[in-house]
């Protein structure tokens, strides 16, 4: 049934197909018929959290968290919305979403499109979710990377009362400078920061919110060595590998391929793959969800392999549909 609501998606551009399979969602929804996409319980404690199962949305499909209760319904173990920045913006120039169907991949440039940071926290609080819900936050395009630590730290504040656990991007390629974030002195301000505030948030509200960095596929052996340094140094409580690549050898000659923006699907599977792989080594006690590539029971498996505890979907769940939760999760079951 999918195949077919997708090929009629697919005539649409990109973003207009996005947009409209989430409202159509949000009806089926209403009517009550996502239930029938069972979830598969396979439950297990990360983080100090109970999931469900190991399989997860992942962040940049429901931006504003507009659409929770829909794709919560979907079987899935966890639901992470955002990115959220401070103050609402309209991200890039249109069209900056492009399909590589050859690759089962996707390109966007989005530039962290969102309503603001006060939206997201009003649909979570009106939502009936009752699963795990990440909040995934960043910085305004207009806020110098010397001042970035303010916008993530508003975020912070706003969004830890409603979050299960809380993702840090750091590594979007579509926010000129904020990959800078991942090194260096830039990376152990921000981070010493964040953990010094949720730390203060979870004392005075009586419960404790991991926080999560998610960071990006693009880095050495040398350069992933320094950044799980820096995440156990100042204390986070998990990571997500990986976002979007800029690399384009997998899709050379490909129409959309010379299109600016990260990378996601087929094509990153590997890379991602490798960055678990290291961070598994430097970091082996630390929970690492796996994302990049994952488009079947089998490669979710290979993601568990490579060293991953859970895992998040984006572009797969959009070329196969709602049946990839149910199928992951039970590659993943143990």
């Known amino acids: 049934m999918y195949s077919l ?13 996005h947009g409209f ?8 929804h ?19 959290l109970k999931f469900p199962n190991r399989v997860g949305l992942a962040a940049g499909l429901d931006k504003n968290a507009d659409h929770l209760d829909a794709l919560g319904a979907l079987g899935f173990g966890f639901v992470e919305v955002g990115t959220v920045t401070p103050k609402p913006q ?3 120039p249109k069209p900056r979403l492009f399909r590589l169907p050859e690759q089962g991949a996707i390109i966007n440039r989005m530039g962290f499109n969102n309503a603001g940071v006060d939206h997201l926290v009003r649909n979570v609080q009106r939502s009936h ?26 975020c912070l504040q706003r969004v830890h009362a409603h979050a299960h656990y809380v993702a840090v991007n750091i590594s979007s390629p579509n926010t000129p400078g904020l990959r ?20 203060r948030l979870d004392r005075e509200s009586g419960r404790r919110v991991p926080l999560a960095v998610k960071i990006a596929p693009d880095m050495d052996d040398n350069e992933t060595a320094l950044v799980a340094k820096a995440l156990k140094a ?26 600016q923006g990260g990378l996601s699907g087929r094509p990153v599977f590997e890379p991602s793959n490798t960055v678990v792989r290291a961070l598994r080594r430097h970091l082996p006690s630390m929970p690492i969800i796996g994302v990049g590539g994952i488009d079947s029971g089998e490669t979710a498996h290979g993601k568990r392999d490579a060293g991953a505890d859970l895992v998040q979907l984006y572009s797969g769940f959009i070329y196969r549909g709602p049946a990839l939760v149910a199928e992951c999760a039970k590659a993943l079951k143990v």
């Open 5 to 17: 609501v997708r090929s009629l998606l697919f005539r649409l551009d990109a973003e207009t197909a």
């Open 21 to 28: 399979s989430l409202s159509m969602l949000d009806a089926i």
């Open 30 to 48: 209403r009517l009550r018929l996502t239930g029938t996409q069972a979830r598969v319980d396979d439950p297990v404690e990360i983080m100090g």
């Open 90 to 92: 309209p991200g890039n």
């Open 129 to 154: 979710y009752d699963g795990i819900i990440g909040i995934n936050i960043g910085k305004n395009l207009t806020t110098p990377v010397e001042r970035a630590v303010d916008d993530y730290t508003i």
């Open 180 to 199: 800078n974030l991942q090194f260096g002195e830039h990376l152990d301000n921000l981070l010493g920061a964040l953990r010094e505030q949720c730390s």
């Open 234 to 259: 100042n204390g986070i409580d998990a990571v997500i590998a990986t976002n979007t690549t800029v690399s384009r050898d997998a899709v050379i000659g490909l129409p959309n391929a010379e299109e």
